[in-house]
């Protein structure tokens, strides 16, 4: 008989695995490190960096104040503008935003500064007495916001310190979209994700509803006339299609659904690991991540494949060099033509064209390969599933839900931000800069109502 020590013994083991497979990829700094980092800043006037910023943070003042070893002043300059300052300095795409802009680029060692690394030390390091920012008083007024990502927990925040009473309706069991469900393992470590939730909704005035679905537990219509306004961010649900037959197999996968299932493991049993060999088809962060992520969990090949060339990847430099670290194969200028399986159904590869670009057109060339595989991962990109079951419909432009002046969409009263609309780029740091720019012209609007 296994008695409960055991078994808790047993689950320890499992976690402590897991942890050990999916170590953080970038370790933090130490003071001292963070020290001489911080004095290599030029803490320039008109900082290029600041401007680069999603999220416009104060770069130079909050490493002037990490310089001065005041770690907690400095998340407090982080957070006025990016309540998620943790998590964007973890999975922020530093090398081609503040960090590419940085000035030190121009010398002789073209070494920018490390903000990400700088930003990360002062959010992780910071001592604050309860919540760094005080709630203004009420305002009386009520805002839903449907989400709990990263658009939806930053409007929820700015709504709150400005005195509002918000109420957050999330489908999943956990707030934080894909910082809980969607980022790879070893870039948010050790439930960093939920911590930050926990931190975010500090601040009062917040209420979560978990598993609660727009279009089956509660309606836009419902919210429309229950509150003063309502923020949508409910992120992209489905995976674009291969458009090839057999993709139906069970064998052929949802990048994003399963990198959702090995975030929330605690035992690599739950997981269908592919032994021998994977193929990936996409050119993104997600397809980068799951293709790190399979090494890591010891798939002997993996082969990721793109239909154009690594200067078309949407995948930074960075990420690329993330992926050959870890000895994934890439593969360029090959689209993905036939998902091969035996006589019983079993995914045994995928036959590949080659491509080329002529006239800004990308055509075929007689040459084909094959890749022998035993699972095939889909990264090729997200789109918006808006629920079918809803009556009220904002207005759809090229898959996204359309936004005009101040995140508005086109029916009254409803905003919305985030991987949803056709706004900026899919970034932690673009969604986290709409929710807070929404939750302001939210607020300017209450404001215009109130003086009526």
């Known amino acids: 008989m296994v008695t409960n020590t055991e078994k808790a013994t047993s689950y320890s083991q499992q976690q402590l695995a897991l942890d050990q497979m999916f170590k953080d990829i970038n370790p933090a700094l130490s003071a001292r490190q963070a020290g001489i980092e911080s004095s290599r800043c030029y803490y320039c006037y008109d900082a290029p960096c600041i401007k680069a910023c999603p999220s416009k943070i104060n770069i130079p003042s909050f490493i002037a104040s990490i310089h ?30 503040c ?30 007495e309860g919540h760094p920012f005080e709630r203004a008083a009420s305002t ?7 989400g709990a990502g990263p658009a939806g927990l930053s409007c929820a925040h700015r709504l709150a310190l400005l005195g509002n009473d918000v109420e957050v309706f999330e489908a999943e069991s956990k707030a934080g979209g894909l910082n809980e469900y969607g980022i790879a393992k070893y870039k948010l470590t050790e439930n960093f994700a939920q911590k930050e939730v926990d931190f975010i909704l500090s601040i009062g005035g917040i209420t979560l509803h978990t598993d609660t679905a727009l279009g089956k537990d509660i309606t836009l219509e419902q919210l429309k006339n229950d ?21 139906d197999n069970a064998d052929v996968i949802n990048s994003v659904e399963y990198i959702k299932e090995l975030r ?11 032994k021998d060999s994977a193929v990936v088809i996409g050119a993104g962060n997600t397809a980068i991540d799951i293709a790190c992520q399979l090494k890591r969990l010891g798939t002997e090949e993996v082969t990721l494949v793109y239909r154009r060339g690594e200067e078309q990847m949407s995948a930074t430099k960075h990420e690329q060099q993330i992926a050959k670290d870890h000895q994934v194969r890439i593969k360029t200028w090959s689209r993905p033509e036939q998902i091969h399986t035996d006589e019983n159904g079993k995914l045994t590869g995928m036959s590949f064209r080659k491509t080329y670009l002529e006239n800004g057109k990308l055509e075929d060339k007689a040459e084909q ?25 904002p207005t759809i432009s090229n898959g996204k839900i359309a936004t005009f002046h101040n995140q508005l969409t086109s029916i009254d009263g409803v905003f919305a931000g985030g991987d949803c609309t056709g ?29 009526k």
């Open 423 to 451: 706004v900026g780029q899919d970034l932690t740091v673009e969604a986290v800069q709409q929710g807070k720019l929404a939750a302001l012209a939210i607020q300017q609007q209450l404001n215009s109502s109130e003086v």
């Open 68 to 97: 001065s070893d005041d770690l907690t002043g400095a998340a407090r300059t982080i957070y006025q503008e990016n309540i998620m300052g943790g998590s964007c300095a973890r999975v922020c795409p530093t090398e081609i935003l």
């Open 99 to 128: 960090e590419q802009a940085c000035v030190r680029n121009k010398e002789e060692e073209k070494a920018p500064v490390k903000i990400g690394l700088l930003q990360r030390h002062a959010t992780d390091n910071a001592t604050f």
């Open 140 to 146: 009386g007024k009520k805002v839903a916001v449907v």
């Open 264 to 274: 929330q493991a605690t035992d690599l049993e739950q997981l269908s690991i592919p």
């Open 369 to 393: 390969f094959d890749i022998d595989c035993s699972a095939i991962f889909k990264a090729v990109g997200q789109k918006l599933n808006y629920p079918e079951a809803e009556q009220l419909i």
């Open 227 to 247: 509150f003063d306004a309502v923020f949508l961010s409910i992120g992209l649900q489905d995976t674009q299609s291969l458009r090839l037959d057999n993709e």
